[in-house]
């Protein structure tokens, strides 16, 4: 098979398939794919009022598409729902043709429960108010000016800021962690199951699943999708030994703390960044681009023999024992 017209090294029948592709990891991976000479196919789910802030992505996309002869779809649409799947995959195939293929397939779905499994007991910080004394100024004050300087962007003084306040008034329960782990985690089987069964999947494809820190960290409120992270890292196992004979390869990527709109959802998230910007060895955050760049590189011909691994893209911020 030929390369695409912007004589990248994709087949111009390929395309990805991206789960979760109007924001973070999943927006930012289509664009370096489409860059790099991929045809695009995003399925997302947003509401109406969200797509004004989607769309200029999306124009984007296409943009970047029609300059180099590519393909670009979406559909807005319940990926998690078995009907809406196989009606947009009957929807894909008229989009891609006879010749299409899916050789990325990257599940990025976040939707998730972000609750306490139990009431939280606050243990008081006593280092604002031993300071404050020794200052000769109100505690008050000293927070406030603590909370000012922080989301200024000042790292270091979470110990003295306005504690995370978590809901109180409902818990996770069995049902909420049913439908994070199915939307996170094992909703990835039935659209592998379903393209390969189509015989849609290109002879050298790659499918990734998107983890984090939390999949052993335990974060309050992430309790519900820590469990789906690790759902879908098992699952991940399992598609690459039993699709492997069959050209299909699938890797997870653990990407460093991210500023996403799924990491800002989380209570307590602003200390999340600035701990890991003490921590990691750059002095930064992960950005979408870093991920998507190695999605990028992982989907390469060379990257063939990468098969069942969890791969980290967070310049070193999980071994990192030290902080600025």
Excluded at 70 to 88: C, M, P, Q, V, Y
Excluded at 95 to 118: C, D, M, Q, T, Y
Excluded at 134 to 154: D, W
Aim: some cysteine; charged content about 20%.
């Amino acid at each position: 098979m030929g390369t695409n017209e912007s004589g990248a090294g994709f087949p111009s029948n390929e395309w990805a398939l991206i789960l979760g592709g109007s924001s973070g990891f999943g927006l930012a991976t289509a664009k370096r794919l489409a860059r790099g000479g991929l045809n695009i196919l995003i399925v997302h789910r947003d509401r109406r009022g969200a797509m004004k802030d989607i769309q200029p992505h999306f124009d984007e996309l296409a943009e970047t598409a029609a300059s180099g002869g590519l393909g670009f779809h979406t559909w807005n649409t319940d990926a998690i729902s078995a009907d809406k799947r196989s009606e947009t995959i009957e929807a894909i195939v008229e989009s891609i043709g006879p010749e299409g293929r899916v050789r990325v397939l990257l599940h990025s779905i976040a939707f998730g429960n972000l609750k306490l499994i139990a009431p939280e007991k606050v243990a008081p910080r006593t280092a604002g108010a031993n300071l404050a004394q020794r200052l000769g100024v109100e505690p008050e004050k000293l927070t406030e000016l603590a909370n000012e300087l922080f989301e200024a962007g000042e790292d270091g003084l979470h110990p003295l800021t306005s504690q995370p306040v978590y809901p109180d008034t409902s818990y996770l329960d069995e049902e909420d962690f049913g439908r994070t782990i199915l939307a996170m985690g094992t909703s990835l089987l039935g659209w592998t199951q379903e393209l390969f069964s189509r015989g849609l999947f290109a002879p050298d494809s790659r499918i990734f699943g998107m983890t984090s820190e939390g999949n052993e960290v335990a974060w309050k409120g992430y309790a519900a999708v820590s469990a789906a992270k690790v759902s879908l890292e098992s699952l991940a196992r399992s598609i690459a030994l039993e699709f492997a004979p069959y050209g299909i390869r699938c890797n997870v990527i653990q990407a460093g703390v991210t500023n996403t709109p799924a990491l800002r959802a989380i209570p307590g998230s602003d200390q999340l960044k600035s701990q890991a910007r003490l921590r990691n060895p750059g002095g930064r955050l992960t950005t979408p681009e870093d991920v998507a760049g190695v999605i990028y590189l992982l989907s390469q011909d060379e990257a063939g023999w990468i098969n069942g691994e969890l791969i980290r893209v967070d310049g070193g911020e999980h071994i990192s024992g030290s902080t600025k």
